[in-house]
């Protein structure tokens, strides 16, 4: 198959494109200089001259606290809901399938239940999640063959991420406050980049969750655990007596630009129901990764 993939220089479209090449498919992979998805004339002549058998569309914005800035919800809205308008517009003009990365935003974020994949009582708390709900929106009113997979707690090589962030702050601080009331499951973007491209090779199409498996927990517990992990690799910096990391609320931590859901649990049992295999647990991924990044 030859498939274009967008966002490639972020932490999932690059994973995406290694895991295709590695299967001995031709992968394209581009950015916004090879394509500005907000520019429609852009997208059709990429695409087009490409004449790809399928579109991955991993691109985004993704700075959640800065979309609610009122100069930047313009751009934001153009990104996520109209860039990803454009890329459906020419899939169903190529009669080809198209995979859409959404987020677990695109609900209210309350309760205790894990969000259904084809739950429909969207609710986004935020800029992002709004324009992350209109580029669902645009893809599921627009063609027929398509997948929409929603992720959360996303972390990868190629980029930013909370475990680096933690990482940073363990080595320069002896205490770390993190919110312990936001609940989900990290994404590692290798793991899931696996995932995707066995769903892109067949037609299964529709809405799926999909993050690392295990038990719930919160950015605490996830902190916790990154730096148990750190320790038992030989990096005593991170241990219980060197940084303490400690508990608070949501509201104890302070307000951001944006508002975070409480509850970004995601029902996967239909990646297996489909014949999909989920990904492994968060704790492994989570260790490959540390190993994968030298630690």
């Given amino acids: ?28 992979g581009v950015d916004i200089e090879e394509m500005d998805i907000t520019d429609a004339a852009s997208v059709h002549s990429v695409i087009t001259a490409t004449a790809p058998d399928a579109v991955i569309h991993c691109a985004a914005w993704t700075a959640v606290d800065l979309a609610e800035d009122e100069d930047k919800k313009e751009k934001v809205h153009l990104v996520n809901a109209v860039g990803t308008q454009h890329i459906a517009d020419v899939c169903k003009d190529l009669d080809i399938p198209m995979m859409y ?3 677990d935003y695109v609900f209210n974020g309350q309760g205790t239940d894990p969000w259904q994949p084809d739950c429909k009582d969207y609710h986004p708390l935020n800029v992002y999640g709004e324009t992350k709900l209109a580029g669902e929106l645009a893809v599921s009113s627009t063609l027929s063959k398509y ?7 996303v972390f990868g090589k190629n980029g930013k991420n909370f475990i680096q962030t933690m990482l940073k702050l363990g080595k320069t601080h002896d205490t ?8 989900g499951n990290p994404t590692y973007t290798f793991d899931l980049a696996r995932l995707l491209v066995d769903m892109i090779e067949t037609d299964k199409y529709g809405y799926y969750h999909a993050t690392n498996e295990g038990d719930y927990i ?10 148990r992990q750190a320790t038992e690799l030989g990096h005593q910096e991170y241990a219980e007596d060197r940084v303490q990391v400690i508990p608070v609320s949501t509201a104890e931590y302070g307000a951001s630009k944006a508002a975070r859901p409480f509850n970004s649990r995601l029902d996967k049992s239909k990646l297996a129901a489909n014949g999909f295999t989920p990904l492994p647990a968060w ?13």
């Fill in 1 to 28: 198959m030859k498939l274009l993939v967008t966002g490639v220089k972020g932490q999932l479209g690059y994973d995406v494109v290694n895991e295709l090449t590695g299967r001995g498919h031709e992968a394209v």
């Fill in 101 to 103: 990365i959404s987020t």
């Fill in 147 to 153: 997948f929409i997979v929603r992720i959360a707690w």
């Fill in 176 to 183: 770390i406050r993190v919110v312990n009331d936001q609940i």
């Fill in 218 to 227: 919160s950015w605490y517990d996830f902190t916790k655990e990154i730096f």
């Fill in 283 to 295: 704790q492994d991924a989570l260790h490959r990764y540390l190993l994968e990044c030298g630690l």
